[in-house]
């Protein structure tokens, strides 16, 4: 069975982010590895459980067909984690699919992924900086609920959940 990384936040990941996606793909066949920073039952901001497989360090990008990267405010402790960084650079130089949604998109940005790329990002009327995060990491910030380039995949946020999970398996 291919499998596919969902990496997530050990507390507040986004629900939706991680349910929806999840269910499709296994749904389509997939196997969904959890992967986080520690091992048990992640918890999610709005109370959803999922059971970590595997820790971030421990991650073989090599063994997966796609690395998706879940929001949440959980996400925010990964923006500058080099653990993190390097499975998502990995997963570039690999050819792997390589997706992240909500605020996770800075992950991949904060790493130097997005440079030069379009990509999007979660943003609210209030609060537009996480945009700002992306452009000075040099990606072109398109205010769309999903942007695809290349082998990346970003989506802006649990309302876009299921169209994020059928552009992750429409490209697997």
């Given amino acids: 069975m291919k499998k596919i990384a969902f990496i997530i936040a050990f ?13 499709i793909l296994e749904s389509a066949g997939f196997e969904i590895i959890t992967v986080s920073n520690n091992l048990g039952e992640a918890i999610g901001s709005e109370g959803a459980e999922a059971i970590v497989n595997v820790l971030i360090k ?18 925010l402790k990964y923006f500058d984690d080099s653990n993190v960084h390097h499975i998502a650079l990995e997963a570039i130089s690999e050819k792997k699919l390589l997706a992240a949604i909500c605020i996770a998109p800075i992950i ?12 999007t ?19 072109n910030y398109i205010a769309k609920p999903i942007v695809i380039d290349n082998n990346i995949i970003t989506a802006s946020g649990p309302e876009s959940a299921k169209a994020f999970a059928i552009k992750i398996l429409d490209r697997l």
Avoid at 108 to 119: D, H, M, S, T, Y
């Fill in 11 to 23: 507390k507040d990941f986004n629900d939706e982010e991680y349910l929806i996606p999840k269910q």
């Fill in 58 to 75: 421990d991650l073989k990008v090599k063994n997966f067909i796609a690395i998706v990267f879940i929001g949440g405010s959980g996400a």
């Fill in 108 to 119: 991949l940005a904060k790493a130097g992924i997005l440079n030069g790329k379009n990509a």
């Fill in 121 to 139: 990002v979660w943003s609210s009327n209030l609060d537009k900086s996480f945009i700002n995060i992306l452009k000075k990491e040099g990606a």
